[in-house]
C-alpha cells in the first residue's frame, strides 16, 4: 500500500469506527494519536489543516489538499505516522493487518 493510501484510509476508518459504539477504547486512542500527529505535521498549513479536519465528512472535495498537505510536510514518509496510521488500521481489521494490506510499499 502507499504511504498516502495508509494514511487517508487510517483517518477515514479511524474516525468511522470511533464513532460507532461498538469500536471505542484502543482505536479511539489509537486514532486520536495519529490525528494529533498529522495536525502536528501540517502546522503552519492552515488549509492542509482544516482539510484534515473535513476530510471525514467531505473526501473527495478535501482529498487533493490534503494530500498536498501531507507531502509538503513530510506527514507521508514520517515513521512514526506512518506507524500510527497501521495500529489504527491493524486495530480495525486485524486479518488484513495480519494479511499484509496495510503494509507500506506492498501493492
Do not use: C
Not at 2 to 21: H, Y
Amino acid at each position: 500500500m502507499e504511504p498516502l493510501s495508509l494514511i487517508l484510509t487510517a483517518i477515514v476508518a479511524g474516525e468511522s469506527k470511533t464513532e460507532s459504539s461498538t469500536m471505542l477504547g484502543a482505536v479511539e486512542d489509537d486514532f486520536a494519536s495519529l490525528h494529533t500527529a498529522l495536525r502536528s505535521r501540517l502546522e503552519g498549513r492552515p488549509e492542509a489543516q482544516g482539510a484534515l479536519e473535513q476530510y471525514i465528512a467531505e473526501p473527495e472535495q478535501h482529498k487533493e489538499t490534503l494530500i498536498a498537505g501531507l507531502e509538503e510536510s513530510g506527514a507521508w514518509s514520517d515513521p512514526a505516522v506512518l506507524g500510527l496510521a497501521a495500529q489504527v488500521m491493524k486495530r480495525i481489521d486485524p486479518e488484513g493487518s495480519a494479511n499484509g494490506n496495510y503494509a507500506v510499499g506492498r501493492a
